[in-house]
């Protein structure tokens, strides 16, 4: 029964590239979170998903970052033209639903580096 | 809205001795609580929950937490350390709408021989 799989683990862009950042939920599971983590700082929440759906993008900078969960596929988290201060990790978690209040599981996250 | 104050940035402590890692929250609403826990270059695990029930709950590695509805807050503690609880912990909230979760800005324990 596979986690929460993130890849790539590790990517490095330069300033002005694309990033694009892939999560698979674990198996069973329909939510998908994405969280930032700069240096020496906790995780914040980005955005919220459910298939084909954006239920809370409130975290998102308002420009250069999206995210979808498609009905078939990894959920993507992209960032246009990143620059330095993109450079973070970023998780992904994912639930089976939100009624149960059930936990979120957590991938090993993607590290990203832009020079 | 709520927030996660984690009262302590960086927590050393000697193997075998105890410790606690501070967590305050605010809410104006009920929430559930979490222990995280995240090794170097790793992803978060989590510890331990409170959802409802009892206020002292029991988490894994020995772990355990009080909710103190009162104090808003739910301390992590363990009676005796060991050199591979060497990691960062976070605290977190989830409001029961299960939405999203908040961090508090996590801990470092550094546990010494």
């Known amino acids: 029964n596979a986690g929460v799989m993130q890849n790539p683990r590790h990517l490095v862009r330069r300033r002005g590239q694309e990033a694009r950042l892939r999560c698979s939920p674990m198996?069973?599971?329909?939510?998908v979170y994405w969280y930032r983590q700069l240096p020496e700082e906790g995780l914040k929440f980005m955005v919220y998903?459910?298939?084909?759906?954006?239920?809370?993008e409130s975290g998102m900078p308002k420009e250069r970052f999206s995210a979808e969960f498609p009905k078939e596929g990894p959920s993507i988290l992209r960032i246009q033209q990143v620059v330095r201060g993109d450079s973070a990790a970023y998780f992904c978690?994912?639930?089976?639903?939100?009624?149960?209040?059930?936990?979120?599981?957590f991938g090993e996250g993607s590290w990203l580096t832009v020079v | 809205a709520q927030s996660v104050t984690q009262l302590d940035s960086q927590v050393p402590v000697f193997e075998e001795a105890p410790v606690e890692l501070r967590c305050n929250y605010s809410?104006?609403?009920?929430?559930?609580l979490f222990w995280y826990v995240q090794y170097p270059n790793q992803g978060l695990q989590l510890l331990l929950k409170?959802?409802?029930?009892?206020?002292l709950v029991k988490g894994i590695n020995g772990f355990e937490a009080e909710f103190n509805k009162s104090q808003t807050s739910f301390h992590l503690r363990k009676p005796s350390v060991h050199i591979s609880d060497t990691a960062e912990y976070f605290c977190?909230?989830?409001?029961?709408?299960?939405?999203?979760?908040?961090f508090g800005s996590g801990t470092k324990l550094n546990v010494k021989p």
């Open positions: 409170y959802l409802s029930g009892s206020t």
């Open positions: 977190a909230v989830s409001d029961r709408g299960f939405n999203k979760f908040y």
């Open positions: 809410s104006s609403v009920s929430v559930y």
């Open positions: 198996k069973g599971h329909s939510h």
């Open positions: 978690a994912s639930s089976p639903d939100r009624a149960s209040g059930n936990t979120i599981y």
């Open positions: 998903l459910q298939k084909e759906n954006i239920i809370d």
